[in-house]
Every structure is written in C-alpha cells, then in structure tokens.
C-alpha cells in the first residue's frame, strides 16, 4: 500500500490521539532470538525483525535499522562488529585533498548496502498496515567517517575544499541509496544528521544544510518522506538552516528542550522525540520509562505538531518490557486526555 505521506504525516501530527513513531529496529534481536552480528548480515532476518516489531508495539511506522555504519563500509572505512551492539566505524580513510580527490563514490548495492534495500523490499511485504521508512545516514555524518568526527571540526577552518570535495562525494552516493530505499517500496526515509549537530550554525549552513536539501530535492515526494534526524545539542540554533532543507518532518534527540523547540519550530511541520533511548529506554525500569514518557508528553502534547518518539534508534539490548511501558504510558496519556 502506498501512503500519501504528506498527508500521513500531517494527520499523525494533529491527531487528538498521540500516537508513537519510535525508532525501534534493533530491539527485534532478542524477538527473533539472535545475535547484532547475525541481523545486520541477513536482509531475511531484518524484514522478519521489523514486522515482529510490527506485531508487538503498536507503531505508527516500521522504521529499518539506523546502521550509520553501512554506507561508510561501501567507500571503504573499516569496520568494527560485535554480536550485542551496532556496528562501529573505526579509523580515517581519508587524511588528506589527495585521498579526497582520489575518493570514488560506490554503486549502490556495494558492501552491504544492497542487503539493506533488499530488507526493505522483504519488509514492504510483510508489513502493510502502516508505513515503512528506511535508515540511512545524512551527508555531513558520513562525511565525518571517512574523515574522522574529531579531525573533521578542524578540517571545516583548515582544510574547507577538502570537506566539500567529499561531502561532493557522499551526496552523490546517498542521493542514489535513498532513491533505491524508493523504488524498493519504502515510503520515506529517515536521515540521520547527529555529527552535524555539533557544528556551529555557520558551519552547518555551509557544510550540512545544502547537501541534505540536494538529496531531499532529488527523492522527496507526496508518497516519500524524508524525516531528518539530528540529536546535536546545538541544534535549538539551527532552525532556519534545518528547516530551509525542507524535510517532510524532524526528528531530535534528547540533549535538548523538545518543548522549546517546538515554541520555536514552524506549526505546519511535524516534530518527533525525544525519550533518551539509552539513559531511560535501555538502562531505566518500566516506571522510569513511564514517568519520563508521561513528562514528555505533558510537556510538548499542546503543540499540534509534536509526535512523540525516543530521542535516537532505542538500542539492541533494551528490555522489552521498557519499551511496553514506552508505547503504555502513550495510551495512559491518551486516555487521559480524553
């Protein structure tokens, strides 16, 4: 079934009913009985994982796993695995505006990438009763892999043709990831920007904003959103920037006020966060998760365009059990809201 996201969006965003978007994938580990290793390497494994998501909390979206790992393997970064937590890029695979001209861009399938479309195509069958959006990292964010999150920060003063050289590089290569996610079903996106968000608003103006809308302007349609995701702390300063790229929604993380930014965000645009997925979500208890939760709602339900959700991807490891008490207080709320 093909959404109107657009207008899917928007009545999830307005509806009288809170109803929670979390980014919630690699919990399935422990419903499928499987290890972090085995799901990220079987496109079966991670259909089977969302729709058993699917089936146990109800979700407004199915949303695939936030591996940030994936696209940075298919340029050639290194990369660490484990069987009980989310792949790691390790290293710098480019030092210096030498290794960034030399750079090529990958074809889409490379590495793994071509075992996550495929896990969407599998999901989009399995699935049918709510949107299903693809995990994919944002351009700056890769872009920092490959040249290293810290060593990136100074490189943007010291080294600016060499960022836009590969930032060049990883558009090109996302802009065509995210338009295979399309033609493999999915009905949108979400873009993980969270390097990004430790920029300063002039340098993510410069260095973030314009790439994301090159990819946004290159697959965002009525039937396809893209939701970009930044948990930077520093973006509460970026909100012409972030909205100037023109994502069909947003998504922020916990290290800030969700309620003072949805004061200052546009009313018309869909906001989503922010439990802490790993403080209270993956290490609370269920009445943590429930107080938190109800907080949050407390606190930012009177906006008409707030949509509750964790603050990032809820890690593997987290008890079931919080994430029931996540998706529970949402229903206490409602109902007592009626």
């Known amino acids: 079934m093909k959404y109107n996201m657009k207008k899917w969006l928007a009545d999830l965003a307005s509806a009288e009913e809170k109803k929670a978007l979390p980014i919630l994938s690699f919990p399935s580990v422990s419903l499928l009985g499987v290890s972090v290793r085995e799901l990220i390497s079987s496109s079966d494994l991670q259909a089977k994982g969302m729709q058993a998501v699917a089936e146990c909390v109800d979700s407004a979206a199915a949303v695939s796993l936030m591996d940030l790992s994936v696209e940075a393997e ?12 989310v792949p790691t890029v390790i290293g710098q695979l480019i030092h210096d505006e030498k ?67 590969v930032m060049e590089k990883a558009t090109a290569f996302l802009t065509e990831y995210a338009k ?33 809308k090159r990819i946004i302007d290159a697959v965002q349609a009525d039937d396809f959103a893209v939701v970009y995701h930044n948990c930077g702390d520093n973006t509460p300063m970026m909100i012409p920037s972030l909205t100037s790229v023109g994502a069909m929604a947003y998504h922020f993380g916990n290290a800030i006020d969700l309620s003072a930014m949805l004061e200052k965000f546009p009313a018309n645009v869909p906001v989503m966060g922010n439990v802490d997925p790993a403080g209270v ?12 939760t109800l907080s ?24 079931w059990e919080n994430i029931r008490a996540f998706f529970a207080a949402v229903e206490e709320f409602n109902e007592h809201s009626k």
């Not at 964010?141 to 060593?151: G, I, Q, T």
């Not at 493999?184 to 996106?189: F, L, M």
Request: aromatic residues 8%; charged residues 25%; proline residues 8%.
């Open 281 to 292: 979500l993956r290490a609370g208890t269920p009445e943590t998760v429930r107080k938190e």
């Open 180 to 212: 295979a996610y399309r033609e493999a079903g999915a009905d949108g996106i979400v873009m993980a920007e969270p390097v990004a968000g430790l920029l300063s608003p002039s340098l993510e103006e410069e260095f973030a904003a314009p790439y994301v």
């Open 296 to 319: 949050l709602l407390e606190k930012c339900a009177r906006y008409p365009n707030f949509v509750v959700s964790s603050g990032c991807d809820v890690p593997p490891m987290t008890p």
């Open 74 to 85: 298919c340029f050639g970064a290194e990369v660490r695995f484990a069987d009980d937590e």
């Open 99 to 165: 290794e960034a001209e030399k750079l090529c861009v990958p074809t889409v399938g490379s590495a793994r990438s071509g075992l996550y479309i495929d896990a969407i195509a599998k999901a989009c069958k399995l699935i049918t009763d709510r949107p299903v959006l693809a995990g994919m990292i944002g351009p700056f964010s890769l872009s920092a892999r490959l040249l290293d999150v810290s060593e990136i920060m100074i490189y943007c003063y010291d080294e600016p043709d060499m960022v836009h050289t």
